[in-house]
């Protein structure tokens, strides 16, 4: 047990490459017994990640359950693993979305099954190894690990146009990867000029870049800009999304969308803002990050409003979601900066939850058209009342997750800026009219198709792929506060690296005598505006 | 390398005794080559090496492609010789003697810019950039390699080339190291033609050799940037980066080998066609050998692109590197389409490719090198800072 509690990490990122090699073992042609065991070790991912909500403490600073092995040593690589608040929920997004999609795969999934398994956990294993990693050669090896089972996943087991969006994301993504390998070393041989030292261990260089010249701060940024970017995406490198996701087989599409997006705006919290704090807060930077997350959000959201095909009207919705995200990173605010990360899970919940929607109907009808169906919630009604669920959740209703992340990220970039704050509410308000105005026209009126009189509902298998993603959406979206409270170390130190003075600021005014507590804050709020934007 | 040919050779009713024995003598060639200190032995080795290969890319001597081949590899090989032993002599006159440790010396008492140790400099490196098919001298390099028996391909891509590469690097570190700034830009020169003429003709190819011939090209674009950069982690870096080159091109014409049998020369990129169906193995090893080739971790093909970057950045040469990395995209591009024909076309041959024992054993080495090497790279990293340890001390740059 001890063994298991020191070494969690490791066994919680090599579970599912265990279950990938057992899988070898078995010959191709059994493969229901290869959906089984797929399905296992989806499962085990996640069970063996459950301890880590009991045993990952939210008050303690710096990153927990470290381990650290030699690796390279000629070039300074270690095998280091270890999390904090905002990895930790990162992974746990990661082993629940990775065990519902395996779970969604059970009859969409009829050829080849043997490889589809063993690439679905090798990715499982390359996602977990990128948060976990705390050596930047570790993080890189696993960001790039992740693309060649995506790759095959899309183009082997996706639709019509697989071949072309499977290559283009990996072309794409490659892009931005070894720009991102460039920066890396330039990091990595700064360090050993300024020490000496050859290491690629992330905890060691963060507390060494801050140092570095603006200048070389700012050519390191743009390097690992492009990867983050890519990734995210923002505009304008978001042209391979909607390609990837509508082209991807259903639980392809839940993972990019609920997991690999995410990696670019951890990549952004985890290196980019700590790493190179002065860069990321000098004022072009911020301004550039603005203005592409504020287009993101608004062009997003209009392109969606004309698609007529469901799965790309919600690849685009990503974009749209995403842009939220990178808006309240860098606001570089405690909110912007936690509502940001949490939405990012909510975005994994609620649009990971979309896709499987989708892809429910698709497995009925295989087709994804919006025009080919309308009135579903007659013949499906179960299918109904969940679908509006995630749709609410989608596009923020109070009482759901979206709402929660939405405001924590407006209320964080309100401080800094109103107008960018004006702009994101205006991607809200059509957020709500894409995501309706699909609901609509697919659930509602009287069913226009003959082939949908007879559709059937959720079976039991995906309810138990929905259920878990709409409680979640519900807890985050009542009681976000556990939440939150996992957020609160990492971003404080990061906030204070890229906005030093923040919280002096704050608690300056707070310490005034005012109105009891609960005024303060608008109080707080009025006079560190003006402060943070003189600042810049 | 023996042990893929025996099957491939019968097929090809071209088994010969000659075979082996030519195969032999290149090989002392290219020991004597990589060994040698004196110029004069060295041009002998790299001689015996070159007319051993001539033979062999000829040895199919009822095809076409592979007369040509070896036609044309036999006249520019000729004529690239005759220029080295134009800039050898030239070395030899102004030093007086053929041994290597003195010609340094000599070259090292004559300024940098000498027009004659810039003569020698330029025919060396002419005769030397045609033996490794570098740009612009890399015209024979598609046509041999298609011509020529796949294992001879083989072996032309990785040995002669790893061998001429010993050579120019021991020509360069030494007798060449005086007059460094006029070369840097040549090399470097050399370096972005190869990497890009190699990665976008390869984009086009349907004929997996000369696909195959076109990133050989890229690739030595890419150890030559390593002589760019010119410091330790950038002559560590060729070392490797040929090591894990030797290996993974091996390995990916191993499985070409593996597809041929009467009647279909399985060099086409239409004959790979649903090859994880048929043999889901040489699928997967195919897919590692690609990766490797292409720079993705964890193979050892990555770990030498990410010393030569390394090289690079440490000294200062970031447009290069941005190059450099930028280039990986085509070769993912093209390296990516054998992959697909192998992972994602339908079945169009139903021919199931088997392996003999002595090509499992060929493959099972070469992968384990790709993966190995690139998963734990340390020992072999070491192997390549050893390597580099003249005859005659240390470099201590």
């Keep these: ?95 629940v979305l990775g065990a519902i999609s395996i779970l969604s795969s059970w009859s969409a999934i009829q050829l080849r099954k043997k490889e589809y398994y063993i690439l679905f956990l090798l990715l499982q294993t390359g996602m977990l190894g990128v948060f976990m990693s705390l050596d930047f050669f570790l993080f890189y090896v696993f960001w790039e690990v992740m693309l060649v089972p995506m790759y095959f996943l899309i183009g082997v087991w996706g639709s019509d146009r697989r071949l072309y969006a499977a290559i283009k994301f990996f072309l ?68 391979w999304l909607p390609d990837a996701h509508t082209e991807a087989p259903t639980a392809g599409s839940v993972i990019l969308a609920g997991v690999l997006l995410k990696m670019g705006t951890y990549g952004f919290v985890r290196f980019s803002l700590p790493m190179l704090p002065q860069a990321s807060s000098s004022r072009t930077i911020v301004a550039v990050m603005a203005t592409l997350s504020i287009i993101a959000i608004i062009y997003g959201a209009l392109v969606c409003m004309m698609q007529k095909d469901m799965k790309k009207l919600i690849a685009y919705s990503s974009v749209s979601h995403l842009g939220f995200c990178t808006l309240g990173i860098f606001a570089l605010t405690p909110h912007g900066l936690s509502g940001s990360i949490l939405q990012q899970i909510n975005h994994g919940i609620s649009t990971g939850a979309l896709f499987l929607i989708v892809g429910i109907l698709y497995e009925r009808r295989h087709t994804r058209l919006i025009s080919e169906f309308g009135g579903l919630s007659t013949p499906m009604p179960n299918f109904a009342a969940i679908y509006l669920i995630i749709s609410l959740s989608s596009l923020g209703m109070p009482l759901l997750n979206g709402f929660i992340g939405e405001f924590t990220i407006l ?34 009126g009287s069913v226009s198709n003959p082939a949908n009189e007879r559709l059937p509902d959720l079976n039991a298998r995906e309810f138990a792929t929905l259920v878990p993603l709409v409680a979640l959406a519900l807890w985050i979206g009542v009681y976000p ?55 810049k | 390398m023996a042990t893929k040919q025996v099957r491939y050779m019968e097929i090809e009713a ?18 004597f080559m990589t060994s040698g200190i004196d110029i004069v032995v060295q041009f002998i080795a790299l001689e015996t090496m070159a007319i051993s290969f001539y033979v062999l890319a000829g040895f199919l001597r009822h095809d076409r492609r592979s007369n040509e081949g070896a036609l044309k590899y036999v006249l520019l090989g000729a004529f690239s010789s005759g220029i080295l032993a134009y800039g050898f002599s030239i070395m030899y006159g102004l030093s007086g003697s053929t041994n290597l440790q003195q010609i340094t010396v000599a070259f090292t008492l004559r300024a940098p810019a000498d027009v004659l140790v810039l003569l020698s400099l330029v025919t060396v490196s002419a005769g030397l950039f045609f033996k490794v098919a570098a740009v612009p001298f890399h015209q024979w390099a598609p046509d041999v390699y298609e011509g020529a028996p796949t294992s001879i391909t083989a072996y032309v891509s990785v040995a002669s080339k790893t061998a001429s590469f010993a050579l120019l690097l021991r020509l ?22 190869s990497m890009t003429v190699g990665n976008l003709a390869a984009i086009t190819q349907t004929n997996i050799k000369r696909l195959l ?45 593996l597809l041929r049998r009467k009647g279909l020369i399985g060099d086409d990129l239409e004959d790979l066609n649903g090859l994880s169906q048929r043999n889901p193995g040489a699928a997967v090893l195919l897919l590692i050998f690609m990766l490797s080739l ?76 790709s993966l190995v090497a690139g998963i734990y790279p340390e020992p072999f990293v070491r192997l390549a800072g050893y390597s580099l340890f003249l005859p005659f001390g240390p470099l201590g740059r």
Aim: net charge neutral; no cysteine; hydrophobic share 55%.
């Design chain 1, 481 to 535: 506060k556990p939440f939150f409270r996992y957020l609160d170390r990492p971003v404080r130190q990061i906030v204070e690296r890229v906005n030093p003075g923040y919280y002096e600021r704050t608690e300056r005014v707070n310490a005034q005598p005012t109105a009891p507590s609960a005024d303060s804050a608008p109080a707080a709020a009025a006079p560190t505006k003006p402060t943070a934007r003189e600042r």
């Design chain 1, 1 to 95: 047990m001890e063994f298991f509690r020191q070494h969690i990490l490791s066994v919680v990122l090599f579970t599912p490459v265990a279950g990938a090699v057992l899988a070898l073992f078995i010959p191709r042609e059994k493969d229901e017994a290869h959906r089984v065991l797929g399905n296992v070790f989806g499962m085990l991912g996640f069970i063996v990640s459950v301890p880590l909500v009991w045993w990952f403490n939210p008050d303690a600073a710096g990153f927990q359950f470290k381990e650290n092995l030699d690796w390279i040593p000629s070039i300074g690589a270690h095998y280091t693993l270890g999390i904090d608040g905002i990895s930790f929920l990162l992974v746990m997004l990661t082993t």
């Design chain 2, 14 to 31: 071209e088994h010969h005794g000659e075979y082996y024995a030519l195969m032999l003598f290149a090989t002392i060639g290219m020991m």
């Design chain 2, 294 to 369: 292409a720079g993705i971790p964890p193979t050892a093909g990555f770990i030498g692109k990410y010393y030569i970057f390394l090289s690079l950045i440490q000294t200062r040469h970031y447009w290069l590197a941005v190059f450099a990395v930028l280039y990986i995209i085509p070769a993912v591009y093209y390296y990516f389409r054998i992959v697909k024909h192998a992972w994602m076309r339908e079945v169009t041959d139903t021919v199931r490719p088997v392996a003999s024992p002595a090509q499992a054993v060929a493959l099972t080495v070469t992968v384990f090198i």
């Design chain 2, 172 to 193: 360069f570190q030494t007798a060449f190291w005086a007059s460094r700034e006029n070369w840097t830009l040549l090399v470097a020169g050399v370096a972005v033609a």
């Design chain 1, 172 to 239: 794409y993504t490659l892009a931005g990867s070894v720009l991102m390998l460039l920066a890396i070393l330039g990091i990595y041989f700064k360090y050993y000029e300024m020490s000496g030292v050859y290491t690629f261990d992330i905890l060691t260089l963060l507390s060494a870049t801050p140092s570095f010249p603006l200048a070389l701060q700012q050519w390191l940024f743009w390097g690992l800009f492009f990867a983050f970017a890519i990734k995210v995406p923002m505009f304008p490198f978001h042209t």
């Design chain 2, 213 to 257: 011939a076109y990133s050989s090209i890229s690739h030595v674009g890419y150890v030559l940037l390593g002589l760019v950069a010119g410091n330790e982690t950038g002559f560590q870096g060729m070392a490797f980066y040929l090591f894990a080159y030797t290996f993974m091109n091996t390995g990916a014409f191993a499985i070409v080998i």
């Design chain 1, 411 to 444: 209320r964080g970039v309100f401080e800094v800026s109103k107008s960018w704050a004006a702009w994101g509410v205006i991607g809200i308000i059509l957020g709500a009219a894409y995501l309706l105005w699909l609901y609509q026209r697919v659930m509602f």
